[in-house]
Nanobody
């Protein structure tokens, strides 16, 4: 299984970015698809995920600002990030879980300037 993340970049506080994760398998086979992030010196943390059948789950710090979605036809998992804050600066990783197996993408850098 391969996950390819894209869409990161540099944005000013209050701006928006959209991340996309392309999966080389039908995403409906996975129990969970979503995004984690890791800031310098911090542990990797959950940002948002979608759990079967279609329940969306968000970290408290991003709820109301970020929206996760999936495109079943394109086999992509997307993260729309609005009203970005400097604290959102991190490397963002997409992931997928099937049974007890976890798959990770390569990460994409998001930098939010104040």
């Amino acid at each position: 299984v391969q996950l390819q993340a894209s869409g990161g970049g540099l944005v000013q506080a209050g701006g928006s970015l959209r991340l996309s994760c392309a999966v080389n398998r039908r995403i409906l086979v996975f129990n969970i698809v979503g995004w984690y992030r890791q800031a310098p010196g911090k542990q990797r943390e959950l940002v948002a995920d979608i759990r079967k059948p279609s329940y969306s789950n968000y970290a408290d710090s991003v709820r109301g600002r970020f929206t996760i979605s999936r495109d079943i036809a394109q086999n992509t998992v997307n993260l729309q990030m609005n009203n970005l804050e400097p604290e959102d600066t991190a490397v963002y990783y997409c992931y997928a879980r099937q049974g007890h197996l976890n798959y990770w993408g390569q990460g994409t850098q998001v930098t939010v300037s104040s």
